[in-house]
């Protein structure tokens, strides 16, 4: 574990989470978001995390408390006052295939009564709504006080588009230099594309999963590279694709350089949230080493430790020096294309 000490934000949104794994064991209202995951996944590298999100007043302030006791810093949750949906619900096909249903459809198939919770709960609906307009939870820049300029970088979380294009622009006002951006599946579609330059101008890393990436570029069918590649001319310094078991592909525009960074071949409970995890831990190597391989390492140790248990909080529990260990076991078998 390195002694130096980062500070990292994470800009996204909390949530209340139902969900059923692929071997039929049911979550109900449990604590989800992937800043969680992802200030969790930087705390595995002694990072100080600092959440910035909003929520409403019927949100569990408990949660909160909770995340404070772990020592996450949430004091830039903000507290709307009136009551906002924060339900998300999804199932598992298989480990690693996850999606999102109508949930009285499943509890029907699995003969299970459904939660009142979800009586006449739509998740297509709302992302269709969600899709629309800047969302009440979405955070606005001037949900980020001059207070966030005291970190080391800043990772934004799958948001709204316009929440996406704008909050960059209030992190570079505040000098933060390192800014890593995650997105959303709902603008990673052909009709975005030509947004897309604007979205990446300045951006030091973007994170998309294997699947958003080629959802982008439909219909052409493209090699791998040729997506980060194009990725890279939009405007990011780094490109990183998450490829899940396959681990990431990450190409540095500058150097020229292409990286395979394998996936840590750990037993997998629950992948809920490993993309998180991923970027939390990305981010904090980033800020360590400033290198893109180990920020990559770091990242795949951080979703390794995510998906072994169950939670958004689990893997800052991992034993003090588990990470360092499978960093310098994943390091070996890193591959420059």
């Given amino acids: 574990m390195s002694l130096k000490s980062v500070g990292c934000a994470f800009l996204g949104n909390l949530s209340q989470d139902y969900y059923i794994t692929h071997d039929g064991e049911i979550f109900l209202g449990v604590l989800g978001g992937e800043i969680v995951y992802a200030a969790a996944g930087a705390m595995v590298w002694s990072a100080h995390s600092r959440l910035f999100s909003r929520v409403g007043s019927d949100f569990p302030l408990g949660w909160l408390d909770d995340m404070s006791r772990a020592g996450i810093d949430t004091s830039g949750v903000r507290i709307l006052a009136d009551a906002h949906d ?13 999606a999102e249903v109508s949930p009285a459809a499943q509890f029907l198939r699995m003969n299970a009564p459904l ?10 609906a709302r992302r269709r709504v969600e899709g629309e307009a800047y969302q009440p939870l979405a955070l606005r820049p001037d949900d980020l006080p001059v207070s966030a300029r005291d970190v080391d970088g800043a990772l934004l979380c799958p948001d709204d588009y316009l929440c996406h294009s704008l909050l960059p622009v209030r992190l570079r006002e505040l000098g933060v230099d390192v800014v890593a951006l995650d997105p959303s599946a709902a603008y990673m579609e052909p009709g975005f594309a030509r947004e897309m330059p604007g979205l990446l101008n300045g951006i030091t890393a973007f994170l998309p999963s294997e699947e958003e990436a080629r959802s982008l570029f439909r219909p052409a069918v493209m090699d791998i590279w040729d997506m980060a590649e194009s990725l890279c001319a939009m405007g990011c310094r780094y490109a990183v694709i998450k490829c899940g078991p396959g681990g990431v592909c990450a190409m540095d525009s500058r150097a020229g350089e292409r990286w395979l960074v394998p996936a840590y071949p750990s037993r997998s409970r629950d992948i809920t949230g490993a993309g998180g995890a991923f970027g939390g831990g990305f981010l904090a ?16 140790v951080s979703a390794s430790l995510a998906i072994e248990g169950r ?4 893997s800052i529990g991992a034993y003090p020096d588990l990470p360092t260990a499978r960093l310098h076991a994943l390091r070996a078998r890193v591959t420059r294309v």
């Fill in 285 to 300: 190597g980033l800020a360590l080493t400033g290198d893109l391989v180990e920020a990559c390492l770091h990242g795949a």
């Fill in 311 to 314: 939670g958004a909080l689990y």
């Fill in 115 to 124: 939660p009142k919770e979800l009586i006449g709960f739509d998740p297509i």
């Fill in 86 to 98: 924060t339900r998300h619900f999804f199932v598992y096909g298989a480990p690693d295939q996850r």
